[in-house]
């Protein structure tokens, strides 16, 4: 069976220290969709590592990596995370694999997306301007090169027609964007890319299964940023949700089993778009320092606010999450009360339900709240060392979302967290 992991907010909510926990269960790790935008934090012997293109399960020795079909790469920036694993994982490269099918991402497209955010003005998107919109759009619009391009003879005939293409786009913007300075890292990068273990993913995983191994598959932006069901247009380009899996792997339905679904006990987000429980004042503030809400990749400061439970059961609906997981329940040990919206005021009505376009409404956030609690999380080596009013608020999330918490991360390092079940 193929389990699944993944984030059920706008990204952020720790799926790397989580995915990095679980990987001791799997044989196999597959990044599904994204690109390099996404960055997965681990601390592994103290030490802070990113990885944005690789699966998390990189630093358990018996655990093979794919990255997949669904996601987009950028030769550059997967050339130099493999460099910088190599020290602390000598072989990475051995356990490493890239499938065909995966599409590229070419300085033009970086170009694009500068270009294209920049032209947007006020109604910019919050891009993180790595090109992954642009490669997605040459996919969908059957103009992209993939990574089995690469060990074709006419590879660079293909590259040429189709950054000539994108040069007579670029000319509509301005100002110019000097990406030629781009090419030689990139080719360099595809050189080197050639050299690692290219395979028929599908094929690769349809055997990994008949074998008996146990797959994880690795999610990589919020469900919130759903190319169909985020809050669209402030969205990333892919299906971010249960349902990416299988055309992200190239796997059957009838393969998923169980669904970890990934949540902070507060909410973030990086960039424009909607976020009914913003808090644009020193208790949004507090969470940011506190949470140390900066992007792994970008480094930009996240906007911040309280849990939002009407978002949280609507993704959770969407992927058939069966398993529960709150991330950084120990940034709430400062707090009191504690506030979680339990509803929305759509345009004066209350409502459980995720408006059509949360753009396009006035948006209140209904909340119940919680009294702090007297002990902190981030002391607790177990569920049953936690004080009881914060296993009272663990139980009416539950009861809200229907269903149960299984890991609850009260702390950065790899053995806090604490479990349930």
């Not at 990987?23 to 994204?34: M, N, S």
């Not at 000097?178 to 990139?186: A, G, I, L, V």
């Amino acid at each position: 069976m193929i389990d699944v992991l993944l984030g059920l907010q706008w990204g952020d909510e720790g799926k790397g220290k989580i995915v990095d926990y679980l990987a001791g269960k799997y044989d196999v790790i597959a990044r599904f969709q994204g690109g390099p935008n996404a960055g997965h934090t681990l601390y592994v012997d103290g030490k802070k590592v990113v990885l944005r293109t690789i699966p998390s399960g990189v630093f358990h020795t018996h655990c093979l990596n794919l990255i997949g079909n669904g996601v987009v790469i950028d030769p550059g920036s997967l050339k130099g995370e493999i460099e910088q694993l190599i020290p602390l994982v000598p072989d990475v490269l051995d356990r490493l694999f890239i499938a065909h099918k995966a599409h590229l991402i070419l300085p033009t497209h970086r170009a694009l997306d500068a270009a294209s955010e920049a032209a947007k003005g006020e109604d910019k998107i919050g891009s993180t301007l790595k090109g992954i919109g642009p490669a997605y759009m040459d996919k969908t619009g059957r103009n992209g090169l993939r990574i089995g391009d690469i060990m074709g003879k006419d590879f660079r005939k293909k590259y040429d027609k189709l950054t000539q293409k994108h040069v007579e786009i670029l000319k509509q913007y301005g100002p110019k964007i000097d990406w030629q300075e781009w090419e030689t890292p990139f080719f360099e990068a595809i050189d080197y890319l050639r050299s690692l273990q290219i395979v028929n993913a599908e094929y690769w995983l349809d055997t990994k299964l008949k074998d008996g191994k146990r797959i994880l598959a690795e999610g990589a932006q919020g469900s919130m940023l759903d190319i169909d069901y985020g809050t669209y247009p402030f969205v990333t380009s892919s299906n971010t949700i249960a349902a990416g899996v299988c055309n992200g792997l190239g796997v059957a339905p009838s393969t998923i089993g169980e669904v970890y679904g990934i949540t902070k006990a507060y909410c973030t987000r990086v960039g424009s778009g909607p976020f009914p429980t913003e808090l644009d004042d020193e208790t949004g503030e507090e969470l940011r320092r506190i949470g140390n809400e900066f992007g792994a990749v970008t480094g930009r400061s996240r906007r911040c606010g309280w849990i939002d439970l009407v978002a949280l059961k609507y993704t959770v609906m969407l992927s058939g999450v069966t398993k529960l997981i709150i991330t950084k329940a120990d940034v709430l040990d400062s707090f009191s009360p504690v506030k979680a919206a339990i509803a929305y005021l759509a345009d004066g009505k209350e409502t459980k339900e995720l408006p059509y376009d949360l753009c396009d409404v006035d948006i209140a956030p209904v909340y119940q709240e919680f009294a702090g609690w007297d002990k902190p999380i981030s002391t607790c080596t177990t569920y049953e060392e936690a004080p009881q009013i914060f296993k009272d608020y663990c139980r009416f999330v539950e009861n809200y979302l229907e269903t149960k918490i299984a890991y609850i991360s009260n702390g950065t390092g790899r053995e806090q967290l604490l479990i349930i079940s």
